[in-house]
């Protein structure tokens, strides 16, 4: 765990998070996983460093942040299981989780189109935190939001399947940020050079963006939504 601590509400805490873990090696072959997830495990040490860098510069966040990079994702959520658990900080006093788990590509449907995220969860349990996002990436970012795994009837059920999922059971609001499957999801050929940098980064700057705003407006989000997951 990476901690920022805040400067005037340091017991509110935002947790920023990815998995460090991919499948190993299966005989000789070995599963990189730059996309899932090492485009999210380097884009929250970016992000840390972009907070270190503001508060060093007298300008840090008023609330907590806490960079985490989850163990034991690909067997069954387990880093985040064990944590919202084992809470190090307690749960009632977390804003929101935001979690980066594969933003390091472009899926068939946005081809003509790179400069998108999928966004999942945000609606669920705040509408404030849905609405930050939103504007966090007009002030910053401009990227095309896409909602369609947001949808409670999406076949592939992405809401439940990465870590902030862990969070949102406890009730803490959650976003988790998403480029799409690909003809190289959890095969040997996820592969660093098949990386879109300036697009990892652009995402990356949208989370920073976002958690900024979740530290520093007046008021800790509410939760306000019943979550319609089961
Ligand atoms: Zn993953």
């Excluded at 508060?55 to 163990?71: C, T, V």
């Excluded at 387990?78 to 788990?101: C, M, Q, R, W």
């Excluded at 799409?180 to 050079?193: E, F, M, R, S, V």
Aim: glycine share 6%; aromatic share 10%; net charge negative.
């Amino acid at each position: 765990m990476g901690f920022i601590e805040g400067t005037t509400k340091k017991d509110e805490v935002v947790i920023i998070t990815a998995h460090l873990d991919h499948l190993g090696k299966r005989g000789d072959k070995i599963y990189y996983g730059a996309d899932d997830d090492g485009s999210g495990s380097a884009s929250i040490l970016a992000i840390a460093k972009a907070f270190v860098n503001a508060k060093a510069a007298g300008a840090g966040p008023e609330r907590s942040i806490l960079i985490m990079n989850f163990s034991g994702e690909e067997k069954g959520l387990l880093g985040s299981d064990y944590y919202t658990k084992h809470p190090v900080f307690p749960l009632e006093n977390t804003v929101a989780n935001l979690n980066i788990d594969m933003i390091g590509r472009v899926d068939s449907v946005h081809l003509s189109d790179p400069a998108y995220t999928y966004l999942i969860g945000s609606d669920k349990l705040s509408t404030e935190l849905h609405a930050i996002n939103e504007s966090a990436n007009a002030s910053c970012c401009n990227l095309k939001l896409d909602y369609t795994y947001n949808d409670p009837s999406d076949k592939l059920k992405l809401y439940y399947r990465s870590d902030h999922y862990n969070f949102a059971k406890h009730k803490v609001p959650v976003i988790f940020y998403f480029t799409g499957l690909h003809a190289d999801y959890h095969k040997p050929t996820d592969t660093i050079d098949k990386i879109d940098f300036p697009k990892t980064a652009a995402i990356a700057r949208l989370v920073f963006n976002t958690a900024w705003q979740l530290a520093n407006r007046p008021d800790k989000i509410k939760v306000d939504v019943e979550n319609d997951f089961k």
